[in-house]
């Protein structure tokens, strides 16, 4: 009795942390819905005519379609890059075992430890230079650069798990080493591309920094323009912000939603697969 007791406290303590995070998002999405005067109501009115103005507004402006095409194009793009280039590192890694790996290891993933406002100059001066400045191409293979380190050190945790046996008997039996890598393997390491996919994704999803200082018209994302479209008549446009963010949360959402059991893994870095 006492263990039921106290695992239905621990089960409760965990739906208020849930709920009590969850709260700026269901603010942010029942503002999506509400008028102005509504919106900026003081207390928080939660009774309400819902409204589809602030939705038929945001469509209506002339950067919403192409600065959502740019995220879901730049993301996709930047991620297949990485995890492409990742897989074939981490195999590496782990089956030939290069001298100083984990030193390698370590320096891959300190990338990701720089902060961003640390690396924005040399890089804004480097683009200018070479002319990726406002490119498809450049602001794609900036984002596929920050997320390789995490797919590898995650795709090499999988790979580690895989008995190298199967890699022998391929090449004994006549296969190449590409056969091996990409119908032995790379089947099996399936967890982790998902999670290394649903990772970074999320990670180029959200960035915004690298897009507003490398990143133009042509290829400016949701987050930036998020920002620079948030100010009208002197004060904050709260409709189009909480309509904007509305939306942009959704992909993510359903991704997470689908894929969350592969999350476990990808952040245990393939230790843990009970469940995949």
Known sequence: MRREVRRTIYHLVLWLIALLF?????????????TKGDLL???????????????????????FFSSLENSFLISAA???VALAVAFLAAYCFSRFKPGATNFLMFILLSIRMVPASAAVVPIFLMYTALGWKDTFLGVMLFYAMFSIPFSV????????????RYDETGLVNGGSRLH????????????????????NLIFVWNEFLFNFIIGGKVTTMV??????????????????VA??????????????????????VGMTFGTVRGEV
């Open 153 to 164: 050190w995650i795709l090499k945790g999988f790979i580690d798990g895989i008995s190298p």
């Open 243 to 264: 309509s904007l963010a509305s939306v942009y949360l959704v992909p993510p959402v359903v991704a997470i939603y689908f894929f969350q059991k592969y999350l476990l």
């Open 22 to 34: 969850f709260m700026p998002v269901l603010w942010i999405v029942l503002a999506a819905f509400k």
């Open 223 to 240: 987050p930036v323009s998020l920002v620079t479209g948030s100010f009208a008549q002197g004060g904050v446009d709260w409709e189009f």
């Open 180 to 199: 091996v890598m990409f119908r032995v393997v790379l089947p099996q390491v399936r967890p982790g591309l998902i999670a290394a996919f649903i990772f």
């Open 78 to 80: 930047a991620v297949v």
């Open 41 to 63: 109501a003081v207390p928080v009115k939660w009774a309400f005519v819902p409204t589809l103005d602030n939705f038929a507004d945001l469509v209506r402006r002339h950067d």
